[in-house]
């Protein structure tokens, strides 16, 4: 499917913040874990906005795995995703290149609980993630300052996902530079 075919199919909806999605981590990080051992899916994180509760998001349960980074690895990784029905993409958009795996889509726009999975190695710029998802779980005012953020420009590009995720990027690039420097701290408090 092109871009717009799945913006149409799937538009961009904020849902107000739900206890069920940490759950929804729990298990299929279990799942996850189960299928690929702990060989293949080093560790497993919960990121993005259903991350941190209270915050309104879109409804897609964001995953950081880390892997390691050989061929055979990736090989063996895409056929055992498969038996639990997740797609793979290989993301290029992003420098350095990494796998994704995003699950819950149906061709005819039905949606299942979606999962996105992005694995990389631990030194790729991906796991900067979760010091943006850090600073939002101890800062309350920022998370919603970014949850009004996120209403707005998913009213604004709510059939194009692309353009809604590059829209928040300054947001985003801003406040984990701010989160990097708080947390480099020996003393930085981090949960």
């Keep these: ?12 909806e904020i ?3 739900d206890e069920k999605w940490l759950e929804l981590f729990e298990n299929e990080k279990i799942l996850l874990a189960e299928t690929l051992s702990n060989k293949v899916a080093l560790r497993i994180e919960h990121f ?34 498969k ?3 997740y797609d793979f993409i290989w993301r290029t958009d992003t420098p350095p290149p990494y796998m994704m795996f995003a699950k819950g889509y ?4 039905k949606k299942e609980q979606t999962y996105h999975i992005h694995a990389a190695p631990k030194d790729h710029p991906l796991w ?18 970014y949850e009004q953020l996120k209403i707005k420009l998913a009213t604004k590009h709510k059939y194009d996902r692309e353009d809604y995720t ?26």
């Design 106 to 109: 149906r061709a005819d726009g």
């Design 83 to 85: 038996t639990i029905r």
């Design 1 to 12: 499917m092109t871009k717009e075919e799945i913006g149409l199919l799937f538009p961009i």
């Design 48 to 81: 993005g906005s259903t991350a941190i509760p209270g915050l309104a998001a879109k409804p897609t349960i964001d995953i950081l795995m880390e892997i390691d980074s050989t061929e055979k690895q990736k090989a063996f990784m895409i056929e055992k995703m």
């Design 166 to 191: 590059n829209a928040k990027t300054e947001f985003v690039t801003r406040i984990t530079e701010l989160a990097k420097n708080l947390y480099s701290n020996p003393d930085d408090g981090r949960n």
């Design 15 to 17: 849902l107000p913040s």
């Design 128 to 145: 900067d993630r979760l010091y943006f998802r850090d600073y939002l779980k101890q800062n309350h005012e920022v998370a919603k300052e």
